[in-house]
C-alpha cells in the first residue's frame, strides 16, 4: 500500500515543492512505495523559479508540478495521507484543516531561501542548500518501514528525524 505523504508551506512555492520533487525522486530512485505532494495554506500560483532551477540541476524532472491549496487535500476524495510534513514555520503555525485518514504530522523547518542575501546567486545557494537539506531528511524518511509501524511509532520516528 502507498505512503502519501503531504508537505505544507504557506504558498507552496519553494520548500514543501522541494520536499515533494525530493521525496519522489528519492523514493522512485529507491523503489519504496511513497508518493508526495504538496500544498498551501495561500498558494502563490506559481513555482520560485530558483526552486525549479535547483531541481532540474540535480536532474530531477519538474514538469507536473504546481503550486496549489492544501484544500484539495481535505476534500473526501482526496488520497488519505500517511504523513503531514510542515516545512515553514507560518504554515506550522496555522489551523490545518481536517485530513482524511488522521496522518501522523510533524513540522522540519527550514529558512525561506527566498529571502536569502547575495542576490540572485545568493538565492541559489540557499535554495541548493535547501534542496540538499530537506533530501537528507527525506532519505531518512524513507529508511523507515512505514509499512511496520504504528502510528505512535512513526511520530516518534519523524520527531526524531526533525530534531537531526
Not at 11 to 24: C, D, I, K, Q, Y
Not at 47 to 59: I, S, T
Not at 60 to 87: H, L, Q
Request: proline letters at 5%; charged letters at 20%; a negative charge.
Amino acid at each position: 500500500m502507498t505512503t502519501n505523504v503531504l508537505i505544507l508551506c504557506t504558498h507552496n512555492s519553494a520548500r514543501s515543492v522541494l520536499g515533494e520533487a525530493m521525496l519522489n525522486h528519492l523514493a522512485a530512485k529507491l523503489g519504496k512505495d511513497v508518493r508526495a505532494f504538496s500544498a498551501g495554506s495561500a498558494p502563490g500560483g506559481r513555482l520560485n523559479p530558483f526552486a525549479v532551477e535547483v531541481l532540474k540541476q540535480a536532474g530531477i524532472d519538474v514538469s507536473g508540478y504546481r503550486s496549489k491549496s492544501w484544500d484539495e487535500f481535505a476534500r473526501d476524495d482526496a488520497p488519505a495521507m500517511r504523513i503531514v510534513i510542515t516545512v515553514c514555520d507560518s504554515a506550522a503555525a496555522e489551523a490545518c484543516p481536517y485530513w482524511p485518514g488522521s496522518p501522523v504530522k510533524v513540522h522540519w523547518g527550514y529558512a525561506d531561501p527566498s529571502v536569502a542575501a547575495g542576490g540572485d546567486e545568493g538565492k541559489r545557494i540557499a535554495f541548493e542548500l535547501t534542496r540538499q537539506a530537506i533530501g537528507y531528511r527525506m532519505l531518512q524518511l524513507l529508511a523507515l518501514p512505514l509499512e511496520a509501524m504504528s502510528n505512535d511509532e512513526l511520530q516518534r520516528a519523524l520527531t526524531a528525524i526533525s530534531e537531526s
